[in-house]
């Protein structure tokens, strides 16, 4: 007869070893997450990275920020940033960095130029899918890597992984951070403010830079009589904290502009700029599809993990719950803890310790999956 347990302890060696890596798991999702929980922005200069480069779409050096782990041999995390004019400066990017170098990894935070310069262009799928191939060059970059997108950067992520070079070499996974699932959806949120989760209407504010990406990138290609030139190089500087320049430009302007202008600065959306934003969604329908989830998201075959805090303001938390409903390896987190790349603090301990045993049961799972 066949004996039942083939190890002393009564367990198969099998089961003991899943047991282990479970633990581990476990355990490096505790220390990641308390690691993001005690991020201190006042604490950023304290933290070590190499700045480096990599050829660019256009043969450009362009940078990539690197924060190695201590140890010597090690798997690679790339993470891909959102629309935003601080690129790889972002604290939340550090954030995220840094916490995934102190549990072992070595993390690439490369800049795409568009994202810093907050164009939507069907390029950044392009830019994304070279950056992937190129950080693949790395001396450091060993065996298979993991790959996050953050924001709008998490949708240009998701469309790359169609192209040759993810099929070439794929990563073991996706991490999506706070992406959209349709971009009309999205802007839509910027128009109400509201958001319909089963059956349950939530009102966020949403944030005033939502406004100012839509007008920068789409304002010029609808019909209007206000001066289209004048009015986006000034969201331009805005972009780029140029705050005299603004200023400069607004006394070019005639008082309509000058209304329209202090509207969109400041997320103030009237029945006008409704129209003109629906209009623009209208005129530029194509690339909002090819860019969109809703449109092809079925269709990916690598492992996804998806996350998004429920308070995001810039881009709603429902984005990702149906994007999950596409995705058919995927696995979702909605925290209530984590906003747009950043930890909330407006909540009680008891309700922050149920959504941090969350958030590591989630992160136990990634880490688990992609040993």
Known sequence: MQQEFDSPTGYKPSLIFLMINQLKSYYKSTRYILNLVKFNDKNLNTIKYSDEFYNGLDNSKTPVRVFYASKKECQSVFIFPGASPYAENHPGMIMLANALRNVGYNVYLPRIPNLKNLLIVKENVDWFSFCYKELLKHPKVKGKVMVVGMSYGGANLLKASFEKTFNENPPL????????????????????????????????????????????????????????????????????????????????????????????LSGNIDQNIKDMILDMIEVNKDLLHYLSPKTWAENIDIKTFIMHGANDSMVPFTESTMLAKKIKKSRTLISFLFEHREMSNNRGTFFKIKEILKMINFFASYFKFNR
């Open 173 to 264: 996974s996706i991490l999506s951070y706070g992406t959209y699932f349709s971009i009309e959806t999205a802007l839509n949120f910027f128009l109400t403010g509201e958001i319909d989760y089963k059956g349950k209407l939530y009102k966020i504010t949403p944030h005033e830079w939502g406004p100012i990406v839509i007008f920068y990138n789409f304002f010029k290609t609808i019909k209007t009589n206000l001066n289209q030139e004048k009015i986006t190089l000034l969201l331009k500087n805005r972009i780029e904290d140029n705050d005299k320049e603004v200023e400069k430009i607004k006394k070019q302007l005639t008082n309509d502009e000058n209304e329209l202008v202090d509207k969109i």
